[in-house]
């Protein structure tokens, strides 16, 4: 993909294409009629949660005698959770936090200066501001993969240009270590799931989840599962981020050393169901702004995936068909709830 300029400021002055942050900022104090979700689909705040918490999985425990035992807690958390949270995972305090610092100062520059890199066309350009987002009560910046070895993000905004070149690396070399991790959790050799297209990391994107005036009326992030392989999220301390476990929504404490993994749904369709692609949200609030960081593992819109030979038997028929990714993100693209994409791919009635 071409290295882009930022995109000109839209003429058009919508309300909505302004973002929420510069709602707010000019003194919104309700939610504009484009949020309201409709009455089903809004937040229960009273729902009762499960307390308990996604498995944690201690990486440095992959190389030392607890190895095995390691990559049996991974098959298990991949299979009855589709997340888990990683310590000593390798990707220095000092970068995340860096990260951090610069993302809340890009979303404290002045709307104009935000805009500069605003498209309403996210699959164009590899820095792209995206003040709207379906009803999101969420501005995001995103940065996409060239394919390159080395991104420099050149075009990207000075503020955040350096932290998110070396945050990039890293994150890349954590994606690798965990799709291998993946790999031999199924019983298989650590390259195996990149030969079958798990490729780098193809984006990452920067959210700002703005307090909410109303957080019974609209969601920071609507429950979805995302298309891609897997998912690695950065939080503050703010929490909101809720899985669905058995039919209970479980609200995930924000731990500052720990990368949240979740697995999406080209990855289900790789392990024939044995890894699920879990349902997940982000609940609004009306106190702080809360910020995450989500880096997307993904693969060439060109390739097709489909359940990997070596986990098919007579016991485990195929349960997906072969899929193009192209169709997966057409299906993204036209419910971006993504909550039933994989039933477009299934063999099952
Ligand atoms: C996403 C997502 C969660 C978060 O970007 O797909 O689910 O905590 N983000 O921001
Ligand atoms: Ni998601």
Same mark, same amino acid.
């Given at each position: ?227 891609? $392989? ?5 939080? +503050?301390? %703010?929490?909101? !981020?809720?899985? *669905?476990?058995? /039919?209970?929504?479980?609200? &995930? ?42 880096? $997307? ?5 060109? +390739?097709? %995936?489909?359940? !990997?030979?070596? *986990?098919?038997? /007579?016991?485990?028929?195929? &349960? ?30």
């Amino acid at each position: 993909m071409a290295t882009m300029a930022p995109s000109p400021p839209p003429t058009k002055e919508a309300p909505c294409v302004k973002g929420i942050k510069q709602l707010l900022d000019e003194g919104l104090d309700h939610i504009p009629e484009f949020y309201l979700l409709p009455a089903h689909n809004r937040p229960c705040l009273s729902q009762v949660y499960s307390s308990d918490q996604p498995p944690i999985i201690d990486l440095a425990t992959l190389h030392g005698h607890g190895r095995s035992h390691t990559l049996i807690a991974l098959a298990k958390a991949c299979h009855e959770w589709g997340i888990f949270q990683v310590i000593n995972h390798g990707v220095p305090q000092s970068l995340v936090e860096g990260m951090f610092l610069a993302s809340r100062a890009f979303f404290q520059l002045p709307a104009e200066e935000r805009m500069r890199w605003f498209s309403d066309d996210s699959s164009q350009g590899n820095v792209v501001y995206i003040p709207i987002f379906g009803r999101d009560w969420d501005d995001a910046l995103v940065f996409r993969s060239t394919g390159n070895e080395d991104q420099s993000f050149e075009n990207a905004p000075e503020i955040c240009r350096e932290e998110i070149a070396k945050f990039y690396k890293a994150m890349a070399e954590f994606g690798t270590r965990t799709c291998q991790a993946l790999s031999e959790s199924l019983g298989l050799e650590p390259d195996r799931l990149r030969q079958a297209g798990v490729q780098h990391l193809t984006y990452c994107k920067l959210h700002y989840y703005s307090p909410c005036p109303e957080p019974s009326l609209a969601f920071g992030k609507i429950e979805h599962t995302d298309p891609n $392989f897997f998912t690695c999220i950065l939080q +503050d301390d %703010i929490g909101g !981020l809720q899985v *669905l476990k058995d /039919d209970c929504w479980v609200a &995930i404490e924000p731990r500052p050393d720990a990368i949240l993994v979740n697995i999406a749904d080209m990855m289900e369709i790789l392990t024939n169901g044995r890894f699920k692609s879990v349902l997940h949200r982000v609940i609004a609030n009306k106190e702080r702004p809360r910020s995450s960081i989500a880096c $997307f593992v993904g693969a060439e819109k060109t +390739d097709i %995936i489909a359940p !990997l030979p070596e *986990l098919i038997n /007579d016991q485990n028929p195929p &349960i997906y068909r072969e899929t193009p990714v192209s169709d997966l993100y057409a299906v993204f693209s036209k419910d971006p709830t993504g909550k039933f994409a994989l039933r477009h791919f299934s063999l099952q009635p």
